[in-house]
């Protein structure tokens, strides 16, 4: 439980060293000491049955097999190069274990049979115990970088017999540390076609993408308000603006945008019958005054906390130069709360600008706000070997200091050239990274998320229901996509990625129905972050960072400017990267609409305002 306590506000400049995941090895192999020569690599099989295997392999200190007491013909004991690997044919010689893993890793292989020519999928999952003194994150990184060098494509076995072996010399060569991995191999449905034998992944392509109706569509809603032109539009895009014309012409008919002064284009909204467009905001009494403040990026991110607001009027100030503005004015319970949409927001200096001034002239409107919620989606954060501590798409966000991590909000930026700017650099040695961190003086906001985290989830997702009611007649579905589009990955280096399982607890899916988490932990942006996976990874490890978005620090800047002591950003998870949808952007408008409905029961248990 954080106490809701006076903090020092002020945001921290700093460095930090990144370590890497190969550096940690490294070190984890110092500190578990020299490996004991009297230590066998032991494989014994467990469990079979028509359709799966298990197999155990374990470290542990053994004596020669006749010396054992084992029958030396249920044994092979390997000599030459791979000495210490000790094979028992008999599934009664295993040491009983009760013990549950520690971690859990599943993925799936595409075989091909050599005699028919027949192609089947197989699913193999690891499970993984360790030699005692271990912090979880060394866990967690070592049963990782097994992983990765296990399915490395440069030599990933081609066969049964190479993928157990592999495992083996792995554990004796350069995992002393983990203590036992029991790996199961169970057959799949046959599949009719060929694939790859480790599904491989490249995000970056460099292609040009043909313009669409969707993508003309995208870039009107991430600039709205602000209008925007054809020439804008085609520069963005690179096309011809004959193109974007004929484009806009059938998002005309369909009454998606409409024209404003001329050769400007926005969005048309389904409720522009309530839209008031003003010069200027007009004059609110003193008691209708909002004292929450709610701050959006994406389109779909507006109409979600839209949902969440009773009694709403919406204000737009529209600027053919310079920037416009957005304001929907309501009620959320007893608060007055007023809510607006960033015209962009990013990595640019120009989107970062306009960011910051948007919220400055929000906050200097509203004089008497007292609570900022940063409400939208972000990329999750996956762990992929603990299921208690996995972030799932549709899951929640909020920003909040864990442990001695004084800070709900951190931007990442690189100190200096370090070849990261490639999605599929592998860190070798550590990195130093500049960063800024935030953190509110009163930590209210997050006391109440902690209360509703501990809660049933009803408290929030009764509020879900209701906004995707008023919302069913939109050209955007809020409806949770299907739970198979939620594909994780993992990289490995180079420009691959593979596939990898949700994690599990053994036997049991922790994760069930569709119903999202509420995760409590700090949030962090950085261009740099957002474009290597691997940097990612590491800094969640090292400062504990559950998600990512892209780049609210100017908007955290000017929130801190303002004096304001009660803010948080609440993300629901649309991807594994920033929010942004470089792998796709179907979860964003569920994730908004999650992320919209616990900032509403969260408003609904503040304090109800103070009357003058």
């Known amino acids: 439980m954080h106490c809701s306590?006076?903090?020092?506000?002020?945001?921290?400049?700093?460095?930090?060293?990144?370590?890497?995941?190969?550096?940690?090895?490294?070190?984890?192999?110092?500190?578990?000491?020299?490996?004991?020569l009297q230590e066998k690599i032991i494989l014994t099989p467990r469990k079979k049955t028509a359709k799966s295997t298990i197999i155990s392999i374990e470290r542990r200190r053994a004596e020669a097999p006749e010396e054992n007491g084992v029958d030396g013909s249920k044994v092979f004991v390997a000599g030459g190069p791979h000495k210490g690997i000790v094979i028992q044919k008999d599934a009664l010689a295993a040491i009983p274990d009760n013990s549950p893993p520690k971690l859990t890793l599943e993925f799936r292989v595409f075989l091909v049979s050599s005699a028919t020519n027949e192609h089947s999928q197989e699913s193999r999952t690891l499970w993984f115990w360790f030699k005692d003194g271990l912090f979880h994150t060394e866990e967690a990184c070592s049963a990782q970088e097994f992983f990765k060098d296990l399915v490395s494509p440069v030599d990933f076995p081609r066969d049964y017999v190479g993928f157990i072996k592999k495992i083996m010399k792995l554990m004796q060569t350069k995992y002393p540390q983990i203590q036992k991995v029991e790996v199961e191999l169970r057959h799949l449905e046959p599949v009719e076609r060929s694939s790859f034998l480790v599904q491989m992944v490249d995000y970056e392509s460099d292609n040009l993408i043909e313009v669409t109706e969707a993508i003309v569509l995208e870039i009107i809603e991430s600039s709205f308000p602000n209008p925007i032109s054809v020439s804008q539009i085609a520069n963005q895009t690179r096309s011809d603006p004959r193109k974007i014309v004929e484009l806009l012409t059938s998002l005309q008919n369909k009454r998606r945008v409409k024209t404003i002064g001329g050769d400007n284009f926005t969005r048309m909204t389904k409720n522009e019958d309530n839209i008031k467009v003003v010069r200027q905001m007009p004059r609110i009494i003193r008691s209708q005054q909002p004292t929450v403040a709610i701050i959006t990026a994406k389109y779909c991110e507006k109409l979600a906390v839209d949902a969440m607001i009773d009694d709403l009027e919406t204000f737009v100030r529209f600027n053919t130069v310079g920037e416009s503005n957005v304001y929907s004015l309501g009620t959320i319970g007893n608060h007055r709360v007023v809510a607006t949409k960033l015209p962009s927001v990013g990595n640019t200096?120009?989107?970062?600008?306009?960011?910051?001034?948007?919220?400055?002239?929000l906050l200097g409107t509203f004089q008497a706000v007292e609570h900022v919620f940063l409400v939208g989606v972000a990329g999750g954060v996956p762990h992929y070997t603990d299921s208690q501590r996995h972030i799932r798409l549709g899951d929640v966000v909020v920003s909040a200091p864990i442990q001695d991590k004084r800070f709900i909000y951190m931007y990442c930026e690189e100190k200096r050239k370090q070849n990261l700017n490639n999605s599929n650099s592998?860190?070798?040695?550590?990195?130093?990274?500049?960063?800024?961190?935030?953190?509110?003086?009163?930590?209210?906001?997050?006391?109440?998320?902690?209360?509703?985290?501990?809660?049933?989830?009803?408290?929030?997702?009764?509020?879900?229901?209701q906004g995707l009611e008023i919302l069913s007649d939109q050209d955007i579905s809020f409806l949770r996509p299907p739970p198979e589009s939620d594909k994780l990955y993992m990289s490995i280096g180079g420009n691959d990625l593979i596939e990898v399982n949700h994690p599990t607890d053994r036997g049991n899916e922790i994760r069930t129905g569709a119903t999202p988490r509420l995760h409590l932990g700090?949030?962090?942006?950085?261009?740099?972050?957002?474009?290597?996976?691997?940097?990612?990874?590491?800094?969640?490890?090292?400062?504990?960072?559950?998600?990512?978005?892209?780049?609210?620090?100017?908007?955290?800047?000017?929130?801190?400017?303002?004096?304001?002591?009660?803010?948080?950003?609440?993300?629901?998870?649309?991807?594994?990267?920033?929010?942004?949808?470089?792998?796709?952007?179907e979860w964003q408008a569920y994730a908004s609409l999650v992320a919209s409905s616990v900032m509403k029961a969260m408003i609904l248990e503040l304090p109800n305002p103070v009357q003058d």
């Open 5 to 36: 306590q006076k903090l020092d506000s002020r945001p921290y400049v700093g460095r930090t060293v990144v370590v890497s995941s190969r550096k940690l090895i490294r070190d984890i192999h110092n500190k578990m000491g020299q490996v004991d």
């Open 349 to 361: 200096r120009e989107a970062m600008i306009v960011a910051g001034n948007t919220t400055t002239r």
């Open 426 to 465: 592998q860190m070798e040695e550590n990195v130093e990274i500049e960063t800024k961190t935030w953190c509110p003086p009163d930590l209210q906001l997050q006391d109440i998320a902690e209360n509703i985290r501990h809660q049933d989830n009803s408290v929030y997702i009764s509020h879900f229901h």
């Open 522 to 585: 700090p949030i962090g942006c950085g261009y740099i972050v957002s474009r290597n996976d691997i940097l990612r990874q590491e800094i969640s490890y090292t400062h504990g960072i559950l998600a990512y978005d892209s780049e609210f620090d100017q908007v955290l800047e000017s929130i801190y400017g303002n004096r304001k002591d009660n803010y948080v950003v609440i993300r629901g998870i649309s991807d594994y990267v920033d929010g942004t949808g470089g792998r796709g952007k």
